[in-house]
């Protein structure tokens, strides 16, 4: 079963739309060099999910649960976040 699920909703729910983009990425970076799974999917919802909140990790700075970001450092983050042209990708 599918669902479409237009991200916007979530515009006003920055934390949603966060822990929603953090779930994108997890599952991409875990597929992506898997030829066995048809990356194209979730690779366009993780595309328009970062687009809407490309600092997703800022969300969860010190929130309990989200150690991992604690050594985040927000304006590297912002940095990295930016998006880049996909021809500099090999």
Do not use: W
């Not at 515009?11 to 970076?29: G, I, M, N, Q």
């Not at 597929?31 to 800022?58: G, S």
């Amino acid at each position: 079963m599918n669902t479409i699920i237009d991200l916007q909703i979530l515009a006003d729910h920055p934390e949603a739309l966060a822990k929603v983009t953090e779930a994108l990425a997890r599952v991409y970076f875990d597929n992506v060099l898997d030829k066995r799974f048809d990356i194209a999917p979730i690779n366009e919802a993780y595309l328009k999910a970062f687009r809407l909140c490309p600092n997703y990790r800022l969300h969860f700075i010190g929130k309990p649960g989200f150690e991992k970001y604690k050594q985040l450092i927000p304006e590297l983050a912002e940095i990295t976040s930016l998006p880049y042209p996909p021809q500099l990708v090999q």
